[in-house]
């Protein structure tokens, strides 16, 4: 497959001066000078010169030309979904469509065919198409190839590029949206093909040395070194703690390893961070570990499926375990239930702090969600919860977690509940409670708002922009349900009987749930001094 580039090529003029220098002065003399082994310079007669500190290769090339061999571009012809063209803020996300609250670095080139403008009948029914690129490299001798999912999900046909430019068709085997990996198989072939392995046993330290290797930009065969930067990084996706690097990895580098000196794969580099569309100097990587598990899993046959509770949860921050008395109580509150889900059937209840499961402390709700990911179908799961400041456990039997699509079609076609009708104020004074307006929510209301007629809550009717709950985003439509946690309202005079009793405890507010387009969110409200 052929395509055209555009580009910069900078610095030209000042490599050509140099080469001019090599060739006319036969010889370029190097100022005097030498270190003392540690990198630190001794003396210099016209400039100082810096040797490598230990530790520190002298090049990295033995190790490309080593690795390099099984490092695979990846071409692909997809549909473009116009229904998700979305970009993520902060993120280089994925041009039609990205995961949630990542990134890709995947090369994106134009539609192809079915757009207007062009010679045909019009768009086709199915949407136009677009050829896109992305990196992956051989595990096996056999033509297995590990990639991201999201460089394959949408694939109607993948070409792998060799490094001699060999292109074999190749067919996706299996993925695995949680953790973005896929692994696809080439066809025919030549024999055996070279191959790399991930390295389970140690990993590199932060700071050591690393080496990418991908098609950044369709520039196949590109090798870019740096270090780790730190492990453990979470960026929105809830099954994987990633590798940070600073070796530079950019749009088509999705899919392609993260060696260590070694040669090793310690990881499979997925994302970047960046405000600029490029490499600013923070990627993150697959760790070896979970690529290697996952793929195993998809290579033979196996279907990658996690446990599930259907509970909606959400961080419990330290404001809201000083607001309930809790100290520095850390965990994940529940926010809501789905009806007739595992949770909704053992007896989870919104407003309980979620502090273990399966004995296993938790701090966040990341961490929650990948300790009920472990559970297997039908499985057991056992919760420690915090219910009207006392423990409780409760008992789930795990279901199968859905695909992130259907979770995400989920979270945004719950029973609506929006803002009121800015052409329908209240006929009369409502009262005020830490700066918010409350009016009861009645059936008039309800209709107005389009909310479930059995729904119970408080209506927020205004807000003052000064107060607490304005600082923290709650407006006009919003619907107080819990005030505080676990306990559900339906007057104002319960909300103020709420922040009395939170105030009259010294405890610095109170928190309560709020209703907004169907999710409930837990906020903490402090009280105003004076």
């Known amino acids: 497959m052929t395509s055209k580039r555009t580009g910069y090529i900078l610095g030209a003029i000042a490599a050509a001066g140099v080469t001019a220098a090599a060739v006319a002065g036969s010889r370029v003399q190097l100022p005097a000078g030498h270190t003392d082994g540690q990198g630190q310079v001794i003396k210099a007669s016209t400039a100082p010169i810096f040797a490598p500190p230990p530790g520190a290769p002298m090049s990295f090339a033995d190790i490309f030309e080593k ?31 990205g ?50 999912n999201h460089v394959v999900e949408n694939a109607e046909t993948i070409k792998v590029v060799l490094k001699d430019e060999t292109e074999l068709d190749a067919t996706v085997v299996g993925r695995d949206e949680g953790t973005d990996l896929a692994v696809v198989k080439v066809k025919g072939g030549r024999g055996a093909f070279p191959f790399v392995s991930f390295e389970n046993a140690g990993r590199p330290r932060v700071g050591d040395w690393v080496i990418a290797v991908g098609n950044p930009f369709g520039l196949g065969g590109t090798a870019t070194a740096g270090i780790i930067s730190a492990y453990g990084r ?47 100097g923070i990627g993150f990587a697959i760790p070896a570990d979970v690529a290697d598990s996952v793929t195993k899993k998809l290579i033979s046959g196996g279907k990658i499926q996690r446990g599930y509770i259907g509970a909606t949860i959400q961080n419990f921050t330290s404001d809201m375990a000083e607001a309930q008395g809790l ?66 456990p409760v008992e789930i039997r795990s ?38 307006s409350l009016a009861p929510l009645d059936e008039a209301t309800r209709r107005r ?81 004076g």
Do not use: C, W
Not at 112 to 141: K, V
């Open 399 to 436: 279901g199968v977690r859905p695909s992130e699509k259907d979770l995400a079609s989920n979270d945004n076609n719950g029973p609506g509940v929006e803002r009121g009708n800015p052409l329908a104020p209240p006929a009369t004074p409502h009262p005020s409670v830490l700066g918010m």
């Open 67 to 97: 690795v390099s061999p099984a490092v695979v571009s990846i071409n692909v012809t997809s549909r473009v979904d116009t229904s998700q063209l979305r970009r993520i803020p902060g993120f280089d996300g994925l041009p039609f469509g």
């Open 327 to 392: 100290g520095a109580q850390k965990g994940a509150i529940v926010s809501d239930t789905v009806p007739g889900g595992p949770s909704a059937k053992a007896g989870l209840q919104p407003g309980d702090v979620v502090v273990s499961v399966n004995g296993v402390a938790i701090k966040t709700s990341t961490e929650l969600t990948r300790e009920v990911a472990k559970a297997q179908p039908g499985e057991a799961i056992r919760l420690d919860v915090i219910r009207d400041g006392k423990h409780h």
């Open 234 to 280: 979470d960026i929105g996706d809830s099954f994987v703690d990633y590798i940070q690097i600073d070796a530079p990895i950019n749009r088509g580098n999705s899919g392609g390893p993260t060696f260590d000196i070694f040669g090793r794969v310690i990881g499979v580099n997925t994302s970047i961070f960046t405000p600029t569309g490029g490499s600013v």
């Open 449 to 529: 708002l389009n909310a479930p007629p059995d729904l119970k809550g408080v209506l927020i009717e205004g807000v003052e922009a000064s107060s607490d709950a304005g600082i923290k985003g709650i407006h006009r439509g919003d619907i107080i349900v819990q005030a505080p946690v676990g306990h559900p309202i339906s007057t104002a005079a319960e909300v103020a009987a709420a922040a009395d009793a939170a105030k009259k405890a010294g405890r610095p507010g109170v928190v309560m749930g709020i209703l907004r387009q169907g999710r409930t969110t837990f906020l903490t409200l402090k009280f105003v001094p």
């Open 99 to 148: 995961r949630g609250g990542g990134d890709d670095d995947e090369e994106e080139g134009p539609p192809a065919g079915g757009g207007r403008g062009g010679g045909g009948g019009g768009a086709s029914p199915r949407g136009p198409t677009q050829q896109s690129a992305g990196s992956g490299f051989f595990i096996s001798a056999d033509g297995y190839i590990v990639t991201n």
